[in-house]
């Protein structure tokens, strides 16, 4: 092999291992950025169990925990919109003292990506007045709208009317 034939092998096996190299690094950086799985719907419609377990604390804080710092509250028993964490923790403060129990009676989640969904529908509340005693039972169309933020499910809007023929 003379000098030339040697310094053309050279350059076509470095071409070669530069060449295996950038597609392996291309390789393994596609297949190491994964894009985030989206959640189940069953996944997000548990996220009304993780708040009516923190009703039952009768912690206003605990359950305004679960909301977004710029979380909106249109809350089923009070006129006014909730629209910050102190406004929310009030709204708690006032609600938790009827001792509410909810259950769910229809659930549609809606998964709109991996870090938003929608669970919508009708659920019940039981609620014992401090005073007397006496409960009653409140049905209620709901929309909690979720946002994963810093990798924790959190509301973001949060929608409870009283059924109009109830």
Do not use: C
Not at 105 to 119: E, G
């Amino acid at each position: 092999m003379n000098r030339t034939t040697r310094i053309r092998a050279a350059v076509v096996t470095a071409t070669a291992l530069v060449t295996a190299a950038t597609v392996s690094v291309g390789v393994s950086q596609a297949g190491g950025s994964e894009p985030p799985r989206e959640p189940g719907k069953k996944q997000i419609a548990a996220l009304f169990d993780r708040w009516n377990a923190a009703l039952r604390t009768g912690d206003p804080e605990k359950v305004a925990g679960l909301y977004a710092k710029d979380a909106v509250l249109l809350p089923t028993v009070s006129n006014k919109i909730r629209t910050n964490h102190a406004e929310i923790v009030d709204y708690f403060e006032h609600f938790l003292q009827n001792k509410p129990v909810g259950e769910k009676k229809r659930t549609i989640v809606n998964v709109l990506d991996a870090n938003s969904a929608i669970d919508t529908g009708v659920y019940q509340f039981t609620l014992t007045d401090p005073a007397t005693g006496a409960q009653r039972v409140v049905e209620a169309r709901y929309t909690y709208e979720y946002e994963k933020r810093g990798g924790k499910w959190l509301i973001v809007n949060h929608h409870s009317s009283a059924m109009p023929e109830g």
